[in-house]
């Protein structure tokens, strides 16, 4: 008879050699966009899922948590594994039909490229003409030329989405989204009540900052506000809030080493990131994926970041944000078995994450890291603060409105998808529709293609970040950049891993689990 001892050491080891071979093919898929490496990744993720589809090792891990014996170690790795078979219950059919359409359709995502007048335009390109450009026509073409991706793949797509609801289906749930939910130990109905809070509390707020922002923004167009539309904010699905002329600190970055500046940041905090860049991809070329994510290879400290940085806030303040990622990977306890060398939760490196791409408009950092003298900083604090609160409720609006949405489309993804995305888009965002769009808007973001049910963690991350931020301010420096709180979050919040689930985790740290007061109170109050 097999001993838990035995079983987890013998299962580990073969999820870390099946991890390392798929880690190491999507890190190529996405760094080349080579057909070859994306067949690779997809046949890679259907051998790790058809280990976890085990029905004997599934049995398995029901009858020891059933039986109580293990140690604390040992029945949290019990715990994360349960979870994470249940949702390869699945013929092996399925699990290989699963992993190849995904791949396919990442495929099309890193390789397209979207044409105005005949010149191809990157996500670097579309948002340089977002972010700058004041020729309203050429606005318009590019925001809905960064659309035409979800022409591709909708088909695809959709067809992707049913399947998955099937799979589930096949595991007891109603659909995908609400397996998605239960075995990311997350309460579906607690977590939208949250948000719908979330939007309530900041409604007063939120609607006198967009109106301000639409005035300035009308201004500057020569154009009534009613007359805004999407093409005028600076991002094509307005996750991000237009820099004022005072609060644009791009002409700040020029002739600045942004990774520099990176490596900076994390040493004030006696936290390393440097020594992770040489692996790294992080400057724009053709094929490779145009966006920005990390990615933790073997979970031994082969932790790698994708940017395509530019003298610029946006990048810098991205790629504070990725090692924020970086960062947590590399100092989980590597003596702890490799089931648990990663992150309690999605959430909370995004929390980390995130505490430190916002730095980028932090009068500290500012000062501190980028060189800015004193008396510029005093004189855009109080224009940054305001920008911050924006950028948040920006935020934060946004990923409700994507996460509404895919409840949606996972409920009922036969019905009119777009009008129920730009409904969803007026109503949460406030953003007025283009009269003209008969097309897959919402197809054209990455996330349901890439990162199914994932989304809802970038808010929580969000709530969990302002939690951690108000923490270290008050119990440990209002300077914030320093060793003591760096040493805090190296051994309370990183080096755990996932030995606690991440309400306490941020219980351990905080002295409370997760509460939204403080996001509220930095960031909804008018």
């Known amino acids: 008879m097999t001993t838990l001892q035995t079983f987890l050491n013998d299962f580990n080891n073969e999820t870390e050699r099946l991890y390392k071979v798929g880690s190491e093919a999507s890190w190529m898929a996405q760094t080349t966009g080579e057909a070859e490496w994306a067949e690779k990744a997809g046949d890679a993720d259907t051998q790790y899922n058809l280990l976890f589809s085990s029905k004997e090792k599934y049995e398995q891990v029901q009858a020891f948590l059933a039986s109580g014996e293990g140690t604390e170690i040992e029945k949290r790795q019990l715990e994360i594994l349960l979870n994470d078979m249940k949702s390869n219950q699945l013929p092996e059919s399925i699990i290989e039909d699963l992993a190849k359409r995904d791949a396919e359709l990442n495929l099309v995502f890193n390789t397209y490229s979207p044409k105005v007048d005949g010149k ?79 939007v309530e509390q900041s409604e007063d707020a939120y609607r006198a900052m967009k109106e301000k922002l639409d005035a300035r923004l009308a201004k500057k167009f020569g154009i009534a506000p009613e007359d805004i539309r999407p093409w005028h904010y600076v991002d094509p699905f307005f996750q991000e809030a237009p820099p004022s002329d005072e609060t644009n600190l791009d002409t700040f970055y020029k002739g600045k080493d942004i990774l520099q500046l990176t490596t900076d940041t994390f040493d004030a905090m006696g936290i390393k990131v440097d020594d992770l860049y040489a692996k790294s991809d992080l400057f724009p070329r053709d094929k490779k994926n145009p966006t920005a994510f990390c990615m ?53 490196t995004e929390a980390i994450a995130m505490m430190y791409g916002k730095m980028g408009k932090d009068p500290r950092w500012l000062s501190r890291f980028l060189g800015m003298d004193e008396a510029t900083v005093n004189e855009l604090a109080p224009e940054l603060e305001e920008f911050q609160q924006l950028q948040m409720l920006i935020s934060m609006r946004w990923i409700v409105t994507f996460v509404y949405f895919e409840r949606e489309l996972y409920a009922n993804p036969d019905q009119d998808l777009n009008a129920l995305w730009w409904k969803t888009v007026n109503d949460i965002q406030l953003v007025t529709p283009p ?62 891993a996932a030995l606690y689930d991440w309400n306490e985790k941020i219980r351990r740290v905080t002295g409370e689990t997760l509460n939204p007061s403080h996001f509220v109170e930095l960031y909804c109050k008018k």
């Open 296 to 348: 933790d290879i073997d979970r031994s400290g082969d932790v790698r970041v994708l940017c395509n940085l530019k003298e610029n806030a946006y990048w810098s303040e991205t790629n504070l944000h990725e090692f924020g990622h970086a960062a947590y990977f590399k100092y989980l306890d590597m003596d702890l078995p490799f089931t648990l060398r990663t992150n309690s939760h999605t959430l909370t």
């Open 120 to 198: 191809a335009y990157s996500a670097n390109d579309i948002r340089e003409v977002l972010m700058t450009s004041e020729d309203q026509e050429l606005r318009k073409k590019v925001w809905f030329a960064s659309k035409e991706v979800g022409q591709a793949v909708e088909k695809d797509l959709l067809e992707l989405v049913k399947k998955r609801n099937e799979a589930a289906r096949l595991l007891g749930y109603n659909d995908y989204h609400e397996m998605s939910f239960e075995l990311q130990e997350l309460d579906r109905d607690e977590v939208f009540r949250i948000f719908n809070d979330l």
């Open 435 to 496: 009269e003209e769009t008969n097309n897959p808007d919402w197809a054209a973001k990455i996330h349901f293609t890439l990162a199914p049910v994932y989304y809802q963690n970038y808010l929580l991350g969000e709530l969990m970040a302002a939690q951690l931020q108000r923490h270290i301010e008050t119990q440990i420096s209002p300077e914030f950049f320093t060793k003591e709180a760096g040493e805090m979050l190296l051994n309370d919040f990183f080096k755990p």
